[in-house]
């Protein structure tokens, strides 16, 4: 009996295991979708409220590059303009792939909701990571201090990400045993 719940176990960790790199593939791709959707929103925008988002980011930078910028500083490692853009990248990766993780772990258990359930992976993490996490954390000004469209590209982007992903994990799926 011991050795059934032992194997039982083991199955489940693979499981977990398996789900959380084809998490963390689909969140990459998903985040290069987000990066794309991002920088063509941006290159369409009105340029004043580009100028007052930038006004309210932290010493201009975006969130991944304040990020970076805060870790070098606490271990006292002073960037370039140019390794600081370097290290913001990775942390923009990072970020894509962190939730693409939890998601793969979670993915089967959200079968109720369907298609829709990258949407909600999307709208939560645009929720949770830029709207409260971000600002409670110091690496964005508060939600009032962005031009509503900032948000509303966000909210995009977001959504991008999480049907990419939720996609990127269902073609994943079809392609490799469980």
């Avoid at 593939?25 to 985040?31: D, K, L, Y």
């Avoid at 070098?72 to 290290?87: F, K, P, R, W």
């Avoid at 772990?105 to 990258?118: E, I, N, P, S, V």
């Avoid at 949770?128 to 939600?143: C, I, K, M, N, R």
Wanted: overall charge positive; hydrophobic content about 45%; aromatic content about 10%.
């Amino acid at each position: 009996m011991k050795t059934e719940s032992v194997k039982d176990m083991s199955k489940n960790q693979k499981s977990i295991a398996v789900g959380m790199l084809k998490g963390a593939i689909a969140g990459a791709v998903g985040m290069f979708a987000m990066y794309k959707a991002s920088w063509y929103l941006y290159k369409n925008e009105n340029p004043l409220a580009y100028k007052k988002e930038k006004e309210a980011q932290i010493e201009g930078n975006y969130v991944p590059h304040e990020m970076a910028k805060k870790a070098s500083d606490a271990m006292g490692v002073e960037l370039t303009d140019q390794q600081l853009d370097t290290a913001g990248k990775a942390v923009q990766v990072i970020l894509g792939i962190l939730p693409g993780i939890i998601y793969g772990t979670l993915y089967h258990k959200a079968d109720k909701l369907g298609y829709w359930r990258g949407s909600a992976f999307g709208i939560i993490v645009f929720a949770l990571v830029d709207e409260l996490a971000a600002p409670l954390a110091g690496f964005s000004s508060g939600p009032t201090a962005y031009p509503w469209q900032a948000h509303a590209r966000g909210f995009v982007d977001h959504l991008v990400y999480g049907v990419t992903t939720d996609n990127a994990l269902r073609l994943i799926d079809r392609v490799t045993p469980a």
